[in-house]
């Protein structure tokens, strides 16, 4: 059982990485991210065995749908609580995180998990969604996982960072393409000059004969024009 090495709870639960480190080597040698669900303190440990470690090196069968991109949205919004066959009950709260899919709610009581509830975000329409986790806030209240019925549109108003997240992740990707485009064609030019050089006749290394018989031939030119009498 795992604890928190700073308040040694045990609830523990794990974190996402975050960075090049911690998608490819740390992952390789099997050094997770962890976060403390009390004092959300975040640290890593080894986990050799950990499912996400081995999904990601295709060790086992992926099965869940890929996480979708979050931001930031510090927003206050009023989730109503829709139990079977009882009165809707309307609670206050504060988004902190949101997706295309679903959002991270901050609420003053913690709500069943599976609960059927319908949130509403800044454009003021009501979605629908189910509570699919919880857990204590760090300093009051509890934080609600809720999954939406429906996916924000890319014309909703917010899902405005969605949009430019997808746009800065394009432009990335195309200055990397770019310069890994431009590094090969520096790479195919090398080469090739690389191989032209190779290819130039130097007789000085390929033919040291035929450098004495020039040597030779161009004294012998030189002793005949000694030779020969100067025009009077």
């Known amino acids: 059982?795992?604890?928190?090495?700073?308040?040694?709870?045990?609830?523990?639960?794990?974190?996402?990485?975050?960075?090049w480190l911690e998608h490819s080597l740390l992952t390789w040698v099997g050094v997770?991210?962890?976060?403390?669900?009390?004092c959300q303190t975040r640290y890593r440990r080894f986990a050799y065995s950990e499912a996400r470690r081995r999904r990601e090196l295709l060790?086992?069968?992926?099965?869940?749908a890929v996480?979708?991109?979050?931001?930031?949205?510090?927003?206050a919004t009023q989730v109503t609580i829709q139990p079977s066959g009882a009165t809707p009950d309307t609670v206050d709260?504060?988004?902190?995180?949101?997706?295309?899919?679903?959002?991270?709610?901050r609420l003053p009581r913690e709500l069943p998990?599976?609960?059927?509830?319908?949130?509403?975000?800044?454009?003021?329409?009501?979605r629908g969604g189910v509570v699919r986790w919880t857990a204590p806030h760090e300093t009051s209240g509890y934080l609600h996982g809720i999954e939406m019925d429906r996916p924000l549109g890319r014309r909703a108003k917010a899902s405005r960072p969605l949009v430019r997240l997808r746009c800065?992740?394009?432009?990335?990707?195309?200055?990397l393409g770019c310069i890994a485009l431009g590094l090969m064609a520096l790479a195919a030019a090398g080469l090739v000059w690389l191989l032209e050089a190779m290819h130039v006749y130097n007789p000085q290394y390929y033919e040291p004969k035929d450098v004495e018989r020039e040597r030779y031939e161009v004294q012998r030119l030189l002793n005949d024009a000694k030779q020969q009498p100067s025009p009077r």
């Open 93 to 105: 709260g504060e988004i902190e995180e949101a997706s295309a899919r679903g959002a991270r709610a």
């Open 59 to 64: 060790l086992v069968p992926v099965s869940e």
């Open 113 to 126: 998990v599976g609960s059927r509830v319908s949130l509403s975000l800044e454009e003021g329409a009501a």
């Open 168 to 175: 800065r992740l394009f432009f990335r990707r195309l200055l």
């Open 1 to 19: 059982m795992r604890r928190c090495p700073v308040c040694q709870s045990t609830n523990i639960r794990a974190s996402h990485r975050q960075g």
């Open 32 to 38: 997770l991210p962890f976060r403390c669900g009390s």
């Open 67 to 75: 996480r979708p991109p979050r931001w930031r949205y510090q927003i």
